[in-house]
C-alpha cells in the first residue's frame, strides 16, 4: 500500500504468517512506512523500524517478548495470528493470543504497510487473511449506533466448531463490555460464507454461535443474558463470490436483545 497518509488515526491491522522453516532468524517486517527514503522524523516519528514477528515473539525497537507457550509449540510448520492495534498514540500488538507489546505513547504517524521477509534465508514466506479496518467506535458506542456488534476477529479451526486462541481478545471485549453493562443482552449469532450444503452451514453456525456463548458463560457472563442462534449462510453481507466477499461473510455478531 503506497499512497500517501491512506491509514486512519485509529485502525486495527490483522494477518495470518507461516513459519515452515527450523531457522531461528526467519521473520516478517511488517513497516508503516512503505519508502524509507520519504523518512521524515517529524512525521513519521518511531516508524522508520518495522514491527519485526518470529515464530514466538514480537520486536519493535526496544519494545517486545517472546511468549513461553509459542516457543513450547516449536517454529517449524506453525501459523500465527497478528493483530495490531493503533489508537492515536498507542500501538498493542498481539501473536496469537499473546500481547507481547504495549506501548502507551508512540512517537509518528503510521501512513501505510508494507510486508517483508528475507529471502536469503530457507523457508517459504506465506501471508493471508490480511484484515485491515478503521477504529474510532467503542463497542458499546457500536451498540447503541447499529444495535450490534460485527466482529471478524473469533476464528475457528476449519469447518469446526473449536475456538482459536487468537480468538481470545476480541471475546474477552464483549466479556468487558457485559460486565461493565449488566442489562445489557446478546444474540451470540454465527454466519458463514457459500461454501458447502446450505444445511451443513447452518448446523456450523449454530455450533459456532454455541461455542462462543459457552465461552462468554465460562468468564462468568450469567446465560440468561445469552442466545445463540446459527444463520449459515442466509444473510451475507457481501453477495460476491470471490475470496474477500466469502471472508467478508464468515463472522460472528452481537445482537441486542
Not at 497478528?82 to 505513547?105: G, T, W
Not at 461493565?180 to 458447502?196: I, K, M, R
Not at 451443513?200 to 462468554?216: D, F, G, I, P
Amino acid at each position: 500500500m503506497k499512497t500517501e497518509n491512506w491509514l486512519p488515526e485509529t485502525f486495527t491491522v490483522e494477518m495470518d504468517v507461516y513459519f515452515d522453516s527450523d531457522n531461528p532468524n526467519m521473520a516478517y517486517e511488517i513497516y508503516f512506512l512503505s519508502e524509507l527514503n520519504k523518512y521524515n522524523e517529524a512525521t513519521h516519528g518511531m516508524f522508520w523500524d518495522p514491527i519485526i514477528i518470529s515464530p514466538e515473539g514480537v520486536r519493535f525497537k526496544t519494545f517486545g517478548s517472546n511468549a513461553a507457550e509459542l516457543e513450547a509449540t516449536g517454529t517449524k510448520n506453525q501459523w500465527r495470528h497478528v493483530s495490531i492495534a493503533f489508537n492515536k498514540r498507542s500501538m498493542k500488538v498481539y501473536l496469537d493470543q499473546h500481547r507481547l507489546i504495549n506501548i502507551p505513547n508512540v512517537t509518528g504517524k503510521p501512513v501505510n504497510l508494507k510486508i517483508k521477509s528475507d529471502r536469503r534465508i530457507e523457508g517459504n514466506a506465506m501471508v493471508k487473511n490480511v484484515f485491515i479496518a478503521e477504529g474510532g467506535k467503542k463497542l458499546y458506542d457500536q451498540v447503541l449506533a447499529t444495535g450490534k456488534i460485527v466482529t471478524y476477529g473469533v476464528k475457528f479451526d476449519p469447518s469446526k466448531a473449536v475456538i482459536r486462541p487468537e480468538s481470545v481478545g476480541t471475546l474477552n471485549g464483549i466479556v468487558k463490555l457485559m460486565q461493565e453493562q449488566p442489562d445489557l443482552h446478546f444474540s451470540v449469532d454465527g454466519h458463514t460464507d457459500t461454501d458447502g450444503d446450505d444445511a451443513s452451514n447452518l448446523k456450523l453456525s449454530q455450533q459456532r454461535a454455541e461455542a462462543v456463548k459457552t465461552y462468554l458463560v465460562s468468564q462468568g457472563i450469567a446465560e440468561s443474558r445469552l442466545k445463540a442462534k446459527g444463520q449459515g449462510e442466509t444473510k451475507p453481507l457481501d453477495k460476491g463470490t470471490s475470496a474477500e466477499a466469502k471472508a467478508n461473510n464468515r463472522r460472528v455478531e452481537f445482537v441486542k436483545i
